[in-house]
């Protein structure tokens, strides 16, 4: 039989019951708060009391008695807590309170307890409670901050369970969650716990398979847009499929996790899929996620303001165009003393390097492409304006890809694509 069969796992409830505590040092005085916070009367037995059994005792929050302990004192007790420095007193208390079948245990001496304290995670709705009949405190301490790590799992699940028992038409949820940029270590913790729970999974194909593979096997995974193609170059008929998914897999009853690279609420047309679940009435919950112009940003080290340098930072969406064909930006409107974070604009570089010009940004303004950000692949090209197409052209920069520019893109220490060159040059390349 393994040693830990013989305890029964169970939540004593101590509200109101009367808990005599032996000692009222650093250990007692954990017992002591433990107890209170679940509404026990405590008796406190100590020689010396600690500062916050004092205060305690003062605001009227517990009885103490001042000297050393006394059988009599276990009349009342419901339940007795030992933790004095003095080992022999302890059994002591042990012994008396097992001859008066009164639950009893005895810190660090499990061989004395007829109850042991677990180590313990709370939520608001939830206690989990380790032990290893105090053999191995350091496994249940490995255990307990395993269960800390994984809260924000455990509060969506917990949040499933209600759900299920809740309703009995199972109504499920759409988390519209951010994937980062596609570093997996740039997941936020809520991502990571949705993702984990999830039943299905929607995604883009910019989301690296490291992240989906952190879906548990057995969720469905579906991919509308194809590879090769940017994120939100999908016709109407894709995001409509995208639409009737979503709804189809929430209908069922299931916790759906839909994943866009970045920030949904980016470029990532979030926006129309919550109105679209707004009006289908399904629940949804946004997840923001790090944009691809901050994991460039950080990855390349390229500030996006900076004193003296750049006091906006403007994200732009490169490829829009309007009914004409041309671009839906108005590029004179944008700063010329700040950052602007062009995104998918890899396909109309050469259109974008006139637009600029167009709206009479200086030929000498720095640009920065950062290509697969935050990926092993990563490429960073650097140079200014009136060199900007020869150099996306020469170094054969594709999607994903995000442009910088203004005078913070020179700041960045990576390649300086018109060094490179120019040593070509001195070759005759
Ligand atoms: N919602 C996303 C943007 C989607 S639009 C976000 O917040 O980041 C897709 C564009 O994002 C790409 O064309 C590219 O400009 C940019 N992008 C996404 N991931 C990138 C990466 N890893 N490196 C560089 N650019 C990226």
């Known amino acids: 039989m393994s ?22 040092g650093a250990v007692g005085t954990r017992k002591i708060e433990a107890l209170l916070a679940g509404g026990a009367r405590v008796t406190v037995v100590a020689k010396e009391f600690s500062p916050a059994v004092v205060e305690r005792s003062a605001r009227g929050d517990l009885a103490v008695l001042r000297g050393t302990f006394h059988p009599d004192q276990l009349e009342d007790a419901e339940l007795v807590f030992a933790a004095t420095p ?116 929607v995604h883009d194909y910019l989301v690296p398979a490291e992240i989906l593979s952190l879906a548990p096997a057995k969720a469905a995974r579906i991919c509308f847009a194809r590879r090769g193609k940017t994120a939100g170059h999908g016709a109407v008929m894709k995001q409509n499929a995208i ?73 732009v969406a490169g490829h829009e165009t309007d009914e004409k064909g041309g671009s839906a930006v108005a590029w004179s409107l944008l700063p010329k003393d700040g950052t602007l974070a062009i995104y998918m604009g890899v396909g109309r570089v050469a259109a974008i390097a ?3 010009a167009g709206a009479e940004f200086l030929p000498d303004t720095p640009f920065a492409i950062v290509e697969n950000g935050n990926r092993p692949e990563q490429r960073v090209v650097r140079g200014i304006l009136s060199d900007l197409s020869r150099i996306a052209l020469d170094s054969g920069i594709r999607s994903p890809a995000i442009l910088f520019v203004g005078r913070t893109a020179a700041l960045s220490p990576y390649q300086r694509t018109e060094e490179t060159s120019d040593e070509f040059a001195a070759q005759g390349v």
């Open 86 to 201: 003095d080992r022999a007193l302890n059994r002591r208390v042990s012994v008396e309170a097992r001859r008066r079948r009164i639950p009893v245990n005895v810190a660090d001496s499990p061989e004395e307890c007829t109850f042991l304290l677990p180590a313990v995670v709370r939520g608001e709705e939830f206690t989990a409670a380790i032990s290893t009949g105090g053999r191995y405190p350091g496994a249940a301490k490995a255990m307990r901050e395993f269960l800390e790590a994984h809260r924000a799992e455990i509060s969506v699940r917990l949040e499933r369970g209600r759900r299920r028992k809740r309703i009995t038409a199972k109504q499920g949820k759409v988390y519209i969650v951010g994937a980062g940029p596609g570093d997996p270590d740039l997941l936020t913790v809520r991502a990571l716990g949705l993702l984990r729970s999830a039943d299905a999974v």
């Open 3 to 24: 040693p830990m069969r013989r305890y029964l796992p169970v939540f004593h409830d101590v509200l109101g019951a009367s808990v005599l505590v032996v000692g009222a």
């Open 354 to 356: 006139d637009d600029l």
């Open 243 to 315: 639409h009737k998914a979503m709804v189809r897999l929430a209908r069922e009853g299931k916790s759906v996790v839909r994943l866009k690279s970045g920030d949904p609420l980016v470029f990532g047309r979030g926006g129309e899929e919550a109105e679209h679940l707004s009006r289908e009435g399904i629940p949804f919950e946004i997840v923001p996620g790090i944009t691809a112009a901050m994991g460039c940003a950080a990855a390349a080290a390229i500030p996006l303001t900076h004193r003296g340098r750049s006091s906006s930072v403007t994200f």
